[in-house]
């Protein structure tokens, strides 16, 4: 690609210079001075997962906003899964070129371009445009709230607004030793669910928690819990020194129960340490075997009792699928889906469309109308740097 490291440097560079809420704009007007190209725009999927929302670049025939396309069955569908670019006639003598804008396993959307013509060096340089796009949404998005307004296509609440605060910026991460992705219905009238993560030199920390109660209660609750559960985090704790801190938060500020969820993953050898504080288990697949990793339960957060939490090892094993969630995945309607069987259907899938497919179940056996948060969280353990690493997931049709 001559001059293509040139042209990716100039991009960006007019990235930082424009407002942040044009990045669409600075990829489309760059596509259209190199290649020509016509109706450059993108598309990013919305909080629910089921619905994408188009975002038209500078010059296109309908600037801004329009209205959410569906995302189940359309090519926008087949190319997030498949994460491969996706070329095809556009009905007038050129080609319509549709390229997912991912970072780090992160499905933020999709690049949709319209070229005159469209040869491997060309379709090679739209689809590094829109590997730069997804870095320049990730840091654009810290500074407006375009791409957070967009998400939404259904009214969000109190409660869901400040709960989606609390979660990571993204719902999805891909390293050498993992992948995993995580997902919370229904996104617009949430009740005290959260998930997090973040990865370190040498552990991987996972969370995931359920609030007592119901609208901005529960809300509350969560961001005192995982307020305290960060800062013990940040300040060098381990699960247990994170329990501890979460119990101690919520016993001195009255505010009531949570259940939880906590893992620290040894990076070099997939050892995990992890504390259960009311939780249901978690589910582990594992050569083609899914079942429950029946663990020590403590008593919820927030319970004034006199047994200290329990810290348990688990070992994980490359190939392992690690599946945890709330109890909104098996309450009332929820309880009619087999998750166990649902895990084992969707062993060969990415662990983001597994995720979509676990929550679509539960909502669907709900019709839709789940009186709680539903939430899982997939990790897939590759194993140490060098194993099945760098994006290049264990086969698990068996």
């Given amino acids: 690609m001559e001059g293509g490291d040139l042209e990716l440097g100039e ?11 044009e990045s669409v704009d600075v990829v489309a007007h760059d596509l259209q001075k190199r290649f020509g190209a016509e109706r450059v725009s993108f598309l990013f999927v919305d909080l629910i997962g089921r619905r994408l929302v188009r975002l038209t670049g500078a010059g296109g025939e309908a600037s801004g906003r329009s209205e959410p396309v569906e995302l189940l069955g359309s090519v926008y569908d087949e190319v997030l899964r498949s994460q491969r670019q996706h070329v095809e006639p556009d ?4 080609r319509r070129v549709i390229t997912p804008v991912t970072n780090r396993g992160d499905c933020i959307g999709v690049l949709e371009v319209t070229l005159q013509s469209a040869d491997e060096t060309v379709l090679r340089q739209v689809r590094d445009a829109a590997h730069a796009l997804a870095y320049i949404i990730v840091t654009d998005r810290r500074f407006t709230d375009l791409y957070h307004l967009g998400r939404r296509t259904t009214e969000t609440s109190l409660a869901a607004e400040i709960q989606h605060q609390l979660l990571p910026s993204s719902p999805c991460c891909e390293a050498a030793q993992f992948t995993l992705a995580a997902g919370l219905v229904p996104a617009d009238d949430i009740g005290g669910d ?3 993560y973040t990865l370190d030199r040498d552990t991987l920390h996972l969370s995931i928690t ?3 109660g119901h609208d901005t209660n529960s809300a509350l609750l969560a961001t005192l819990l995982v307020g305290a559960l960060r800062r013990a985090r940040r300040s060098g704790g381990d699960a247990l020194d994170q329990a501890e801190h979460a119990h101690r938060a919520l016993l001195g500020h009255s505010r009531g129960l949570a259940t939880g969820q906590l893992l620290c993953v040894d990076l070099p050898t997939g050892r995990c340490e992890l504390v259960n504080a009311g939780h249901p288990w978690p589910l582990r697949l594992r050569d083609g075997v899914v079942e429950e990793v029946r663990l020590a339960v403590n008593l919820p957060f927030g319970v004034a009792a006199p047994t200290a939490f ?7 094993r490359p190939g392992d699928r690690l599946v ?12 009619a889906v087999d998750l166990a069987s649902v895990v084992h259907d969707t062993r060969a899938q990415h662990p983001r469309e597994a995720v979509r497919s676990l929550t679509s179940a539960v909502l669907d056996a709900c019709r839709g109308n789940l009186r709680d948060d539903a939430t899982v969280l997939i ?13 290049k997931r264990p086969d698990r049709r068996r």
């Fill in 11 to 21: 991009l960006l560079a007019a990235a930082e210079a424009a407002p942040p809420g």
């Fill in 91 to 94: 009905g007038q003598g050129g």
């Fill in 194 to 196: 959260t998930y997090d």
């Fill in 210 to 212: 359920d609030a007592m």
């Fill in 310 to 316: 329990r810290v348990q090892e688990l070992q994980l």
């Fill in 324 to 335: 945890l969630f709330t109890d909104g995945m098996q309450e009332r309607g929820a309880s």
């Fill in 379 to 391: 990790l897939d353990w590759h194993g140490a740097r060098g194993g099945a690493a760098a994006g």
